[in-house]
C-alpha cells in the first residue's frame, strides 16, 4: 500500500535560519508531489508541485523553494525564514484522477 | 473573487442532526470534486469524490455536484460527536497537473 511520511511533525525555528522539511512517498512511482502551507484558520494554499524528477512548478512567489532530487522525494527550503513562514505545511501526492492523499503536515512556528 | 467559495461556519448542529456542507465555484473547467475532513493539527483526508454532475454515496455521506449552478454539496446523515471536524471542499480541472484548489473550510460541531 502507498504511504507518504513527512517530519518533523514540529518545528520552532528562529527569524533568519535555513528551513528543511522533507517528504518522501512509498509504494508508487512516478507520482506528482505537491506542498501546502494552511495558515492558521484558513485554507490550503498550493506552494509547490512537481510532476516528475527536477520539475518544480511555483505557485506563489515567496521566501521558499522546493526540490524533488529523488522519484518520491519532495524537499521544501528556505534560506533565511521570515515571520510570516509560519503555518502548517503538508504534502501530498496522487497518480491517478482521484484526490490526494496527505501527509501528517508540518506545524512550523517562526519566533 | 476566490475560484472556490465555502462558508467557514462554524456550524453547530445536535448528534443526529442531517448536515448540509456547501461549495461554489467560478471556474467551469473544474471537473473533479471532493470533500476531505480534517480533525484538528492533522492532515486532511479524503472522503467523497465525484467526477462531473451527480451524486455518489458513502454510509453516511452523500456528495452532490450540480456543474450547472457550480455548486457542490456534502450531506451527513445521523451525524456523531466525531464527525466534529473541518470540512473542505476541492475541485480541479482535467490536466495533467492534478492541482486541487481548495475552499476555506467549514468547521463543523455535533454536540452530544
Given at each position: 500500500?502507498?504511504?507518504?511520511?513527512?517530519?518533523?511533525?514540529?518545528?520552532?525555528?528562529?527569524?533568519?535560519?535555513?528551513?528543511?522539511?522533507?517528504?518522501?512517498?512509498?509504494?508508487?512511482?512516478?507520482?506528482?508531489?505537491?506542498?501546502?502551507?494552511?495558515?492558521?484558520?484558513?485554507?490550503?494554499?498550493?506552494?509547490?508541485?512537481?510532476?516528475?524528477?527536477?520539475?518544480?512548478?511555483?505557485?506563489?512567489?515567496?521566501?521558499?523553494?522546493?526540490?524533488?532530487?529523488?522519484?518520491?522525494?519532495?524537499?521544501?527550503?528556505?534560506?533565511?525564514?521570515?515571520?510570516?513562514?509560519?503555518?502548517?505545511?503538508?504534502?501530498?501526492?496522487?497518480?491517478?484522477?482521484?484526490?490526494?492523499?496527505?501527509?501528517?503536515?508540518?506545524?512550523?512556528?517562526?519566533? | 473573487?476566490?475560484?472556490?467559495?465555502?462558508d467557514p461556519g462554524p456550524l453547530s448542529v445536535p448528534e443526529g442532526a442531517i448536515v448540509s456542507l456547501n461549495?461554489?465555484?467560478?471556474?467551469?473547467?473544474?471537473?473533479?470534486?471532493?470533500?476531505?475532513r480534517?480533525?484538528?493539527?492533522?492532515?486532511?483526508?479524503?472522503?467523497?469524490?465525484?467526477?462531473?454532475?451527480?451524486?455518489?454515496?458513502?454510509?453516511r455521506f452523500?456528495?452532490?455536484?450540480?456543474?450547472?449552478?457550480?455548486?457542490?454539496s456534502l450531506f451527513i446523515r445521523d451525524s456523531q460527536p466525531s464527525d466534529s471536524a473541518t470540512y473542505?471542499?476541492?475541485?480541479?480541472?482535467?490536466?495533467?497537473?492534478?492541482?486541487?484548489?481548495?475552499?476555506?473550510?467549514t468547521r463543523l460541531l455535533v454536540r452530544p
Amino acid at each position: 500500500s502507498q504511504t507518504i511520511h513527512q517530519w518533523p511533525a514540529t518545528l520552532v525555528q528562529p527569524v533568519g535560519s535555513p528551513l528543511s522539511l522533507e517528504c518522501t512517498v512509498e509504494g508508487t512511482s512516478n507520482p506528482n508531489l505537491y506542498w501546502y502551507r494552511q495558515a492558521a484558520g484558513r485554507g490550503l494554499q498550493l506552494l509547490f508541485y512537481s510532476v516528475g524528477i527536477g520539475q518544480i512548478s511555483s505557485e506563489v512567489p515567496q521566501n521558499l523553494s522546493a526540490s524533488r532530487p529523488q522519484d518520491r522525494q519532495f524537499i521544501l527550503s528556505s534560506k533565511k525564514l521570515l515571520l510570516s513562514d509560519s503555518g502548517f505545511y503538508l504534502c501530498a501526492w496522487t497518480t491517478a484522477v482521484a484526490g490526494y492523499t496527505f501527509g501528517s503536515g508540518t506545524r512550523l512556528t517562526v519566533v | 473573487q476566490k475560484e472556490v467559495e465555502q462558508d467557514p461556519g462554524p456550524l453547530s448542529v445536535p448528534e443526529g442532526a442531517i448536515v448540509s456542507l456547501n461549495c461554489t465555484y467560478s471556474n467551469s473547467a473544474f471537473q473533479y470534486f471532493m470533500w476531505y475532513r480534517q480533525y484538528s493539527r492533522k492532515g486532511p483526508e479524503l472522503l467523497m469524490y465525484t467526477y462531473s454532475s451527480g451524486n455518489k454515496e458513502d454510509g453516511r455521506f452523500t456528495a452532490q455536484v450540480d456543474k450547472s449552478s457550480k455548486y457542490i454539496s456534502l450531506f451527513i446523515r445521523d451525524s456523531q460527536p466525531s464527525d466534529s471536524a473541518t470540512y473542505l471542499c476541492a475541485m480541479r480541472r482535467m490536466d495533467s497537473s492534478y492541482k486541487l484548489i481548495f475552499g476555506s473550510g467549514t468547521r463543523l460541531l455535533v454536540r452530544p
